[in-house]
């Protein structure tokens, strides 16, 4: 990494590096500042083609908590998803229960939107109907997208350069949104621990017997999770986590023996299981870089934190990062600060990495406890579920966690 940043005419207040829906969130907050405009380059080696209608087909989905969902209409990405029928699928119950209870029985746990006076819980959304939405109001917001990828960032004082596949370019502050491999986090040497699960999750959409009532269901089966979110086509979205080896085998057997697989790990929730799509995969693993911050540079979403999606919070961490961001670095612009100063940046990961990590080792020990159970701690475990799911008083604050609505929330993300 070179250290002395060379003159060029391209200046911005900030550079994202990474257009998934996290980075492309933030790029559209950053251009509807109350307070200023900031010039804002995203890079991002692979732009969508944002003139393709949105299709609502995805074999990779999100559940948006409330939270989630103010933010995306702050940033003017919700008014897209929402044009297009069958893109946002509303649920209005999930219902949870471990290996040792029968599913709607007394040892499981259901949140309802009607007990916490909402109309639903979450919306359910495809990875690219999100992306591409969020991408489309960072441009109409005044943001400039560019494909093109990091090569190296040079570090100064009074700023920074950017080498990229497209050029060079200068800018107060470079934020990393680029992944778990973030090269902006490894260029600015911020450090991370990682482990792996040693699980594969497994994709696909699927046919139910059943209807799926639009309610999230997940079973905890002792050899992992297995999660079925409802789509609006009446097909269900499953997320099905378990050891590499045996994953492996499923994915390789014949489409009528996997879902027969699967309606046995869903206990027969929603009746007999087919498969409606190809299925796919993806390693399992948790990420914590060590700092978010250093001088003029910042890490989000994936590139700081990944982890176990067996509640499906990851893109929700990644969207409260991102207003938490777009508004300390709003309060920067209204008090005259230098957007990359760290006596700014720290504010952000004070305020995000103890909740993102407090988030990271409850879901731990929820894949632990209750994925992958047998022992006794695991047996109190499932009897707490069931506990919990039998007190309305016990639920309240466990669903509004699930809403997105507790704990200490960017402006964007609180109630009206």
Known sequence: MSSTPVATSEIFDVVIVGGGPVGAALGALLARLRSRALRVLLLERDVPDLAQPIDARDLRVFALSRASERILRAAGAWSALAAVPGVLTPYE???????DAEPRSGGSLTFDAAELGEANLGYIVGNAALQRAALAA???GGGTVQRAQLDDVCFAEVGL??????GRCMAKLV????????RVREI??????????????MVANVQSERPHEHTAWQRFSGEGTLALLPLA?????IVWSLPRARAEALLASPPHEFASELTTASAGVLGALELASLRRSFPLRRVNASQYTRERCALMGDAAHIVHPLAGQGVNLGLLDAAALAEVLEAATL???????????RRYERWRKSDNELMATALDLFNRFLAFGGDEWSRWVERGLGVVGRSALL??????RALGLAGDLPRVARRA
Do not use: C, K, N
């Open 93 to 99: 119950r999930m219902h949870v229960w471990p290996r």
């Open 138 to 140: 960072f441009i109409e």
């Open 161 to 166: 350069e950017l080498l990229t596949s497209a």
């Open 175 to 182: 934020i990393g949104a680029d992944g778990g491999g973030s």
């Open 188 to 201: 600015a040497d911020l450090g991370v621990e990682a482990q792996d699960y040693l699980q594969l999750a």
């Open 233 to 237: 086509s009446g097909e269900s979205s």
């Open 335 to 345: 008090e005259g600060e230098d957007l990359g100063a760290m006596r700014v940046l």
């Open 395 to 400: 639920r309240r604050p466990f669903a509004e």
